[in-house]
């Protein structure tokens, strides 16, 4: 049985790749080329740079394994990047992880391996694959601290039954742990809290490298008082606290973006609390759940009763307690217990005494 | 393991070895120096370069060592462009390697006109066209014998001979690199004033190259120091490499004919083999003038890198455009300026032969080829 496990050149990824091997697996090992600098370069700061595919083939000298490291520039730009910029022009706030899961890690990448006759694609995700009977459950992974499961969302059954991820089930610490005992030159290496084509630069340095300039606007409040002048939408996400240039005496909150108008509307902590989502882009894990489930709408965020509806296509998803800085353009992940069963792309939310916006 | 990675590197040939060995204990000298134990060192090191100076029909003192192709690439463009302090304009071609490419876009940061001068869909260039292109403000035109990616062969006499009509004062350089593995070279006859070449490509060892230059050539040195080689490129010599580099040599030239012949009738049985399990397979500019270790095919349908892995697990060793720093395969900047659209330069694969290539590995290595498209396919 053959594996491809993805390897970034991380612990969790380095460990994958280690623990199919000893499972008896035919491992290959391939690291993907995602981003690249003006001269066509790779990056040197931030994920996924030189230095890290350097580290993902030591890693694989070290295991022995085949490695090759594959150029997905283009359908990451096409796929994740101009995504994200689109998204902060139309006031959302983009989840680039999840969309590069999408439409580069679980799809192209998927459809790769296939070609070289591999039975898996391994990652160094935290999450749990169990099957049962005929059906696949993708559940969180055993560490709560790291599970990914949020960003796996979008699986489905077809999808679920070629993965494997060997580190769901252990904590950080296990990872770490085996990959010292293994030898592996990346068992101390710090992880990468950064979206892999911004680096350690801010997001908004990212967008004007793109060319994204977008129009000066105001700052109101509820009442449409007008209370400021910002320069650009895409310098503001919802529940932003910091950086907004006004103050009225106490804490004030990005509440809504309006990309039409270029106005950003402000409000207190309870303006922030919104009670409805709507999802667009919906998958299931095995098919359609509704009723009283579990709902994340943060990566790293705690999952939250609610009350799921699906009418003509759309989710609904009403929050049992207002909830705040829920933004569009997340991704909403659906829980029963500790098991997804979907999600979506949040579309529109609605504040209790407001129109949906 | 079949190897049809040539044009990248070949192996050592066993010529080499030989007269490298005596360097590894024995022969130890540094040339520069006065006693018999660095007399010894010199003395390999210029017979080394006689014999290589009389296999390119140039004089000894016009061959410099350098570290390799790119070195020599580098100080054919820099040296011709910044010598004697000026900013001297720099006239080639878009499928040019690298070495070249980026050390013109280098000079051209500094104020050296850069003038690029289109090729056709096969990559070739029209001699009048690159003569149309010299001004009184180029310093060189740098015009590659055959490309390293496709294989096609420019008519370097032909541009020489147009070049110097127009200005005979403009210097020639030529990359030679992959050119010299298939044909013997005649700086004479040639007429150019520079020319590249790599050592480990026809059998040599890695990290040597050498760069001829006519005499009356000038060139600002990259390289300072001690002042080796006439003050072009200095450095303590690699005297054990630059030693099993004209070994390589003298091996090539004293099988030339039936290197050739060899070569050649591997490489056109993989192409008669795969155009007919494969009929879909498109050989590069396969009407016009190539170099004969070098097959460039796309298999339309097919993403190169995948069909590339499938070959690796198969052992068969192959390539597509060069790699970057990451490892990943870049797209062709060669096959952009033949026209090609990115995506079909993504299903690209060059497959190259050499002087250690069995007897029927063109046969066996294509079937290789069109089993594993297929299984793509």
Known sequence: ?357 | MRYLDHAASSPLRPEAWEAMAPFRSDDYGNPSGGHAVSRRAKNALENARDSISEMLNADPLEIIFTGGGTEADNLAVKGAAFDGGGRGGIVTTPIEHDAVLRSASFVESFGCPLNIVKVDTDGLVDPAEVASHVTPATAVVSIMMGNNETGIRQPIEETVRAVKDVRPSVTFHTDAVQGYVSERIDVQRLKVDLLSLAAHKFGGPKGVGLLYARSGIRLEPLIHGGGQELGRRSGTHNVMAAVGMAAAMEALEAERESFRMRVAAERDAFEATLADLAPGAVFTAAGSSRMVQTSHVRIPGIRNEVLLARLDLAGVAASAASACQSGAATVSHVLEAMGMTPAEARECLRFSFGWSTPAGEGVEAARLVAREAEALG
């Open chain 1, 1 to 357: 049985m053959r594996a491809l496990v993805a390897m970034s050149g991380g612990v969790d990824s380095s460990v994958a790749a280690a623990l199919a091997k000893e499972a008896g697996w035919e491992v290959l090992g391939v690291t993907m080329k995602l981003w690249k600098g003006p001269g066509g370069e790779a990056p040197t700061s931030g994920c996924c740079t030189v230095s890290d595919a350097e580290d993902a083939r030591r890693v694989a000298a070290h295991l022995d394994i085949p490695y090759y490291v594959w150029d997905y520039t283009s359908e990451f730009m096409s796929g994740v990047v101009d995504g994200f910029i689109d998204d902060y022009i139309s006031g959302k706030t983009p989840n680039p992880c999840v969309e590069c899961n999408r439409t580069v890690k679980f799809s192209r990448l998927m459809a790769h391996a296939e070609a070289l006759d591999c039975d898996r694609v391994v990652t160094g995700h935290y999450a749990r694959i169990e099957s049962d009977g005929d059906l696949f459950r993708l559940r969180r992974g055993v560490d709560p601290a790291k599970d990914q499961s949020y960003v796996l969302s979008m699986l489905g059954q077809k999808q679920l039954a070629g993965l494997w991820f060997p580190v769901g089930e252990l904590t950080k610490a296990e990872t770490r742990h085996i990959a010292a005992d293994l030898g592996i030159r990346t068992a101390d290496k710090a992880d990468s809290q950064d979206i892999c084509f911004v680096g350690t630069g801010d997001y908004r340095d990212f967008l004007a490298s793109q060319g994204v300039n977008p129009a000066p606007g105001p700052i109101v409040d509820k009442d449409g008082t007008l209370l400021g002048v910002h320069h650009g939408i895409t310098n503001f996400t919802i529940g932003q606290r910091r950086g907004l240039g006004v103050s009225v005496g106490e804490p004030r909150y990005v509440v809504r973006i309006d990309p039409i108008t270029s106005t950003v509307t402000v409000g207190s902590r309870e303006d922030l609390g919104v009670s409805q989502a709507v999802l667009s882009d919906m998958s299931w894990v095995h098919r359609p759940v509704t009723g009283s489930l579990a709902a994340q709408y943060r990566a790293h965020g705690s999952a939250v009763e609610a009350e799921v509806e699906q009418t003509a296509g759309a989710v609904q998803v009403r929050f049992a307690e207002p909830q705040l800085a829920v933004a569009r353009g997340q991704t909403l992940a659906l829980y029963r217990d500790d098991e997804v069963v979907g999600g979506g792309i949040i579309h529109t939310v609605s504040r209790a005494a407001a129109p949906p916006g």
